[in-house]
């Protein structure tokens, strides 16, 4: 049984790790392993309660660093609150619709430059339809797509930390 919690464990949060730049949310998989394996354990393995509930505010950081970082890099670069929230939207809409035709260009990282793509060229479209100036809502949109991937480094490295910190837990 303890083979099977660490497989799970390692294999869960790996496939965490792997699935932020497809727009997934990693840092939960990965807090979901840990779940998993402190039950099957019956919390008498590595990861416990204090464990547990360290990497469930690292998770929450996590998972709300693409929104703040997202809308930090949007505003800071001129954008309006409606198109930082329409950035969500069209990275969304942009690894779904753009995803398929640009996996034949980029394989498997085709989702992930939809949803860059899409988050970008909705801001923008949404930013000049306001103000009739595309400089600045090309800046706007730059400053969206900094965010985003600002967010999902930020989301990556936490993951990673979290990786970690179950692996010398569970192997010291």
Do not use: C
Request: proline share 3%; no cysteine; hydrophobic share 60%.
């Amino acid at each position: 049984m303890e083979i099977f919690a660490d497989v799970l464990l390692f294999a869960g949060m790996g496939l965490g790790l792997l699935s932020i730049p497809f727009g997934f949310p990693g840092a939960a998989i990965a807090f979901t392993s840990a779940v998993a394996y402190a039950f099957l354990t019956r919390f008498n393995g590595a990861i416990g309660w204090t464990l547990l509930v360290m990497f469930a505010v690292l998770t929450l950081i996590a998972e709300t660093a693409d929104n703040w970082f997202t809308a930090v890099g949007a505003r800071r670069h001129g954008a309006s609150k409606a198109a930082m929230w329409l950035s969500l939207a069209g990275g969304l809409l942009g690894a779904i619709i753009l995803g398929a035709p640009l996996a034949f260009v980029a394989g498997p990282l085709g989702p992930i430059a939809g949803s860059f793509a899409g988050a970008f060229a909705i801001v923008v479209a949404y930013e000049y339809s306001q103000r009739k100036n595309l400089r600045e809502a090309l800046r706007a949109g730059w400053g969206t797509f900094l965010g985003r991937m600002a967010g999902m480094a930020l989301k990556a490295v936490i993951t990673l930390a979290m990786i970690v910190t179950a692996a010398f837990a569970r192997f010291t």
